[in-house]
């Protein structure tokens, strides 16, 4: 396994201001509830709070840009006013989104369609200094699970992020980080090629993020339902973090922390 010692590792914390996100949908969108559950994630010393308002689950419909704006702007000025040091990532694939965003104060677009569905999107970051999260998706969200099909799901998913990367950085737009996109337009062989192959996608020297957390892939191992997935979640984000991914985006911020202290008492830096 690949060790961090000389990797910035950071933990990303969910806020789904969403009501049919397929773990915490509807939670959240109580100003409430929000507010409460950002004082969590900043609590837990996160790194990153990833902030979106429309749903990515197999499945879900797409919301109009309004819709999207009114369920994260009171997230994103929360966050201003009271953690300014807390980074804020917008999950977007609208560039208008983005842009708002922006203006708001985030400091990250993390693009679950890599700038596939907007093709604005990649445009309007450029110059801003504002970077951008690249992530792999076959399909939508409507259709990704559709019978997903590779020749070479690693190799493929490699040609696709290096072609992003650089479209980026002939946009001068700064790449955060990869993501592979674990379970999106995947199967659970794919997504054990993928774990077992993060090599492929650490040799671009970005940050390499992964999101597996409460995922299905927990359903098909142990037929846990979504509730019962963030112990072995954490488990699994231990082990990746040793073979290459420098920040996990999880649900439980609190079993982050554990994760990210405890990298550092076993002598890895992450800061």
């Known amino acids: 396994m690949n060790k961090p010692n000389n990797r910035k590792i950071e933990i990303m914390g969910i806020l789904n201001c969403?009501?049919?996100?397929?773990?915490?949908?509807?939670?959240?969108?109580?100003?409430?509830?929000?507010?409460?559950?950002?004082?969590?994630?900043?609590s837990d010393e996160t790194d990153i709070i990833d902030i979106g308002g429309e749903s990515s689950r197999s499945g879900a419909q797409q919301v109009p840009v309004d819709e999207e704006w009114r369920r994260i702007e009171p997230a994103i000025l929360y966050c201003k006013k009271n953690y300014p040091k807390l980074k804020i990532s917008i999950d977007?694939?609208?560039?208008?989104?983005?842009?708002?965003?922006?203006?708001?104060?985030?400091?990250?677009?993390?693009?679950i369609s890599g700038g596939d569905y907007d093709p604005l999107m990649v445009n309007s970051l450029s110059k801003t200094g504002i970077p951008i999260i690249i992530m792999h998706m076959k399909g939508t969200p409507l259709t990704m699970q559709n019978n997903p099909d590779?020749?070479?799901?690693?190799?493929e998913i490699s040609e696709?992020?290096?072609?992003?990367i650089s479209i980026c950085d002939s946009l001068d737009v700064k790449v955060y980080a990869?993501?592979?996109?674990i379970g999106f337009g995947k199967t659970p062989e794919h997504n054990r090629l993928i774990l077992n192959?993060?090599?492929?996608?650490?040799s671009f020297n970005l940050p390499l993020l992964i999101g597996i957390s409460r995922k299905s892939l927990f359903k098909s191992l142990f037929d846990l339902e979504v509730t019962e997935r963030d112990i072995p979640s954490a488990l699994l984000e231990s082990m990746l973090l040793f073979k290459g991914a420098s920040i996990i985006r999880?649900?439980?911020?609190?079993?982050?922390?554990?994760?990210?202290?405890?990298?550092?008492y076993l002598g890895h830096s992450y800061v």
Do not use: C, W
């Not at 977007?92 to 693009?111: F, H, L, M, P």
């Not at 696709?160 to 992003?164: C, E, F, R, S």
């Not at 990869?178 to 996109?181: A, I, L, S, T």
């Open 92 to 111: 977007t694939v609208k560039s208008e989104i983005a842009v708002r965003s922006i203006d708001a104060g985030a400091d990250i677009i993390n693009d």
């Open 178 to 181: 990869v993501d592979p996109g």
């Open 250 to 264: 999880t649900h439980n911020t609190r079993n982050g922390y554990y994760i990210k202290k405890l990298f550092g």
């Open 160 to 164: 696709y992020l290096a072609a992003k």
């Open 150 to 155: 590779y020749q070479n799901v690693v190799a």
């Open 18 to 42: 969403t009501p049919d996100s397929f773990s915490d949908g509807g939670r959240f969108m109580n100003i409430d509830a929000l507010k409460s559950r950002i004082d969590e994630i900043a």
């Open 197 to 202: 192959n993060l090599d492929a996608f650490t």
